[in-house]
C-alpha cells in the first residue's frame, strides 16, 4: 500500500479543490459517470491525507542495537 509522506498534504489539498471543481462540472453537465469516479477519488484521496496527519504525529521508535545472546 503506498504512504503518503506528510510532506505531500499541500499537494494532496491542491487534488482535492482540483476535484471539487470537476465534480461541480460534472454536476453541471450531468455526467453521472464521471461524478461517481470523482467522488470514488475523493474518498481515497481523503484516506490518504488522513493517514499522512496521523503519521506526522507519531514518533521514531528506538528498538536499540541488537546484540547476540548470551
Do not use: C, N
Amino acid at each position: 500500500m503506498l504512504q503518503i509522506s506528510p510532506k505531500m498534504l499541500p499537494r494532496l489539498d491542491e487534488l482535492e479543490k482540483d476535484l471539487v471543481m470537476r465534480r461541480k462540472r460534472a454536476e453541471e453537465e450531468q455526467w453521472l459517470g464521471e461524478i461517481e469516479g470523482i467522488d470514488l477519488t475523493l474518498t481515497f484521496l481523503r484516506t490518504k491525507q488522513a493517514e499522512a496527519i496521523r503519521s506526522r504525529r507519531r514518533t521514531p521508535v528506538d528498538l536499540g542495537i541488537p546484540r547476540p545472546r548470551s
